[in-house]
């Protein structure tokens, strides 16, 4: 079975999202496709830089907020088509939550998650202030790009498992950009 036939250019020291999504059903409002692009992610200098693929058949509202706090009456990121992505958006270090609702608001999707929270760069040797590990993408980490991507439920009456956890959208994120390296 062939699912998707295409020739891609791939060029060296160049970035690419490659995305297999839609329905796959005859008659879906959705159809498959496979969206490749090359990434061009800015450098958030010493901040952090996320955004949101929607990889559902909806539009969607996508809050981001510091852990502690709630979400946000307002959108970050507004009407996210289906199956598209959104533009990034640079915010302070810190660990960070996510909020996903309908566009136009309404009640959230799903339990509101965490953007990937990476690590900082340390030693661990604790002295003499060389850093002798480097440090995990993520919104704890100056200089690191995330993509929350948000996913359909389980297709109803699919082969797909239907239980509770399946019925409702879910999300997961991605890094795009590396922390600079500190060279000790």
Do not use: C
């Amino acid at each position: 079975m062939v699912i998707k036939d295409t020739t891609v250019t791939l060029e060296a020291g160049k970035n690419y999202t490659a995305l297999l999504m839609g329905e796959a059903r005859t008659g879906a409002t959705n159809p498959m496709r496979l969206v490749f692009y090359e990434e061009a992610v800015p450098s958030p200098g010493t901040q952090v830089a996320l955004r949101v693929i929607n990889t559902t058949g909806s539009a969607i509202d996508v809050r981001h907020y510091k852990q502690g706090a709630t979400a946000p009456a307002s959108a970050t990121w507004a009407n996210v088509a289906p199956l598209t992505r959104s533009a990034y958006v640079t915010v302070d270090t810190g660990v960070y939550k996510y909020n996903v609702q309908p566009a136009g608001g309404g009640t959230a999707l799903f339990t509101d998650g965490y953007f990937l929270v990476g690590q900082v760069a340390y030693s661990t040797a604790g002295t003499g202030g060389k850093i002798d590990i480097e440090a995990f993408p993520g919104t704890a980490a100056a200089g690191s790009a995330v993509t929350l991507i948000v996913f359909p439920r389980s297709t109803a009456g699919a082969r797909t498992p239907q239980t509770t956890a399946f019925t409702v959208p879910a999300a997961t994120n991605v890094w795009d950009r590396r922390p600079p390296y500190v060279n000790p």
